[in-house]
């Protein structure tokens, strides 16, 4: 394996890049110290607004995309109905809607969307879930050409999101479709019809941008109406299980077993409107951990029992797993700080701050919900303190990108190029809205490409103090998105660290060595 050294006008998506910010504080101390007190984002404003049409889905969905391969991110957003897509690209302090003549729009309702070559080419493609199918759009030089996925879904259903994985390690990417009852036959609070339930399909790819539905024979159906669902590899054997986030529900989780089926691992989840998905390694022990979303404290139990059976239990809280191996888990959520919080669709982990802690970021209100149209919620932007070893969330309005909108999700991606990951809120029948990050901490930026192979990649940081938290490389987490494939790792005050390791899916390690700062790096 060789390393190049580039200069900073060389390509950024087919490279690893090790960006390191500098230390602006006096002395430089520990991996783990605090930098306080937080530093605010600087909001950005974006010229798209989703317009949501009854009789459709209340949702949008966006991933981040390179559509020209310049190392520069543009942001897919979906439309509503009747409504086009955009393509925002940050230029002059703004989010500038180019989608135009790029071929990527189409006016039936946008659900999620996932960002990934899927013809290894080495342009990034995109996969979009609509009202009235799932696309497939090839990239052409940052032009795309339209191709429906032909998928046998059930009766009176919409896709929502699109997983991504090479789920037998042949080379391609399958697909694994969520599957939501459609807006006019949706029923809230549905726990026991399973003619409202609709099942999931998982499409093996033949190789040729073709799919065979191997759904039955796979076990990976699922048993209620979801709303996203995420491959990660939750044992470290270099095979990505199933996390299945499902509505009215309880969570499920499949166990790659490396012949094309998966085996359900039992779990202790209650029912309950599972709804984002959070993924990270928020105790820097090396697995994924898991966090859900629910309806929190905004709307009373009694009013969404529905058609339970009285032997059936159900909850609003949120949810945090601590991944313990061997697929077991630990509900850690009152540890952490994360009880008795309001309404909320799709999270996301991510080190905002730089200190070497994953923090969370959660989208909240819902738009059916009459108190949200008078009393809306904030949005959580938690950074995490860790104390003796102990790690809670703490609410952080100081870093003031508060989002009192119906939020949906928010979406990780570095705006303006200056290696620190911002934050851009995903919002329904709302503006779209961006922040960049200026915290003064040092860090490391991975940019792996944006392909089929990268995906269940793992990577640490290995500095004096020890290893970092391990970042994986995930497709569609939050809620209906597909974040950066970039992975960034705070250091803190931290100005030196020893290396970086990199573990494919196949069993190869590879060791970086970082001895200067501000260049890139990359792998042949």
Not at 29 to 52: E, K, R
Not at 115 to 127: C, E, H, N, V, Y
């Amino acid at each position: 394996m060789q390393h190049r050294w580039l200069s900073d006008t060389g390509p950024i998506m087919t490279v690893v890049h090790l960006l390191m910010g500098l230390c602006v504080l006096s002395g430089c101390a520990s991996q783990s110290a605090t930098l306080s007190p937080p530093t605010p984002f600087t909001p950005v404003p974006a010229d798209f607004a989703h317009v949501w049409k009854k009789g459709t889905h209340p949702f949008t969905g966006a991933s981040v995309i390179d559509i020209d391969g310049d190392g520069k991110f543009e942001i897919f957003v979906g439309g509503g109905e009747e409504q086009r897509d955009a393509l925002l690209s940050y230029r002059n302090g703004r989010l500038v809607n180019i989608e135009t003549g790029t071929g990527l729009s189409n006016t039936s309702a946008t659900y999620g969307s996932t960002a990934i070559d899927m013809d290894a080419d080495g342009d990034t493609d995109l996969i979009v879930a609509r009202e009235n199918g799932v696309y497939l759009y090839l990239n052409h030089g940052g032009r795309f050409q339209e191709r429906p996925i032909p998928v046998d879904l059930p009766a009176d259903s919409v896709p929502f999101s699109v997983g991504v994985s090479d789920i037998d390690h042949d080379g391609d990417g399958d697909l694994y479709i969520s599957v939501f009852v459609n807006a006019k036959k949706f029923r809230s609070a549905t726990f026991n019809d399973p003619t409202h339930a609709k099942p999931n399909r998982l499409l093996l790819n033949n190789g040729d941008l073709t799919f065979t539905d191997i759904t039955e024979s796979s076990g990976t159906a699922g048993k209620q109406n979801t709303f996203l669902s995420v491959f990660v590899d939750l044992d470290s054997d270099g095979w990505q299980d199933l996390v299945v986030s499902q509505n009215t529900g309880a969570v499920e989780i499949f166990r790659n077993m490396k012949d094309r089926t998966f085996q359900p691992v039992p779990t202790k989840s209650d029912f309950g409107f599972w709804m984002g998905l959070a993924v990270g390694d928020i105790d820097n022990d090396g697995d994924q951990d898991l966090f859900f979303t629910n309806v929190g404290g905004s709307i009373p139990l009694f009013l969404t029992s529905g058609d339970l059976r009285d032997d059936q239990r159900h909850t609003h809280n949120w949810m945090l797993w601590r991944n313990d191996g061997d697929f077991r888990f630990t509900d850690v959520t009152d540890k952490y700080g994360l009880t008795g919080e309001g309404f909320a669709w799709g999270a996301v982990f991510e080190d905002l701050n730089l200190d070497g802690q994953l923090d969370l970021f959660v989208a909240q209100n819902y738009i059916k919900w009459p108190l949200h149209k008078w009393f809306k919620l904030s949005g959580r932007t938690y950074l995490q303190s860790v104390e003796n070893g102990i790690g809670t969330f703490e609410h952080t309005p100081a870093l003031e990108m508060e989002n009192r909108h119906f939020g949906q999700s928010p979406l990780i991606v570095d705006l303006d190029g200056d290696g620190r990951q911002d934050l851009v809120w995903l919002n329904i029948d709302g503006p779209v809205r961006g922040f960049l990050n200026t915290s003064p901490g040092n860090y490391i930026t991975i940019a792996v490409p944006d392909s089929v192979a990268s995906l269940g990649t793992r990577i640490s940081i290995e500095t004096d103090q020890g290893t970092s938290y391990t970042r994986t490389v995930i497709g569609s987490v939050g809620m209906l998105t597909d974040q950066t494939p970039e992975l960034t790792f705070g250091l803190g005050r931290l100005e030196r660290i020893r290396r970086a390791v990199i573990q494919r899916p196949n069993g190869q390690t590879e060791i970086i060595s970082v001895p200067l700062i501000n260049k890139k790096t990359a792998i042949d």
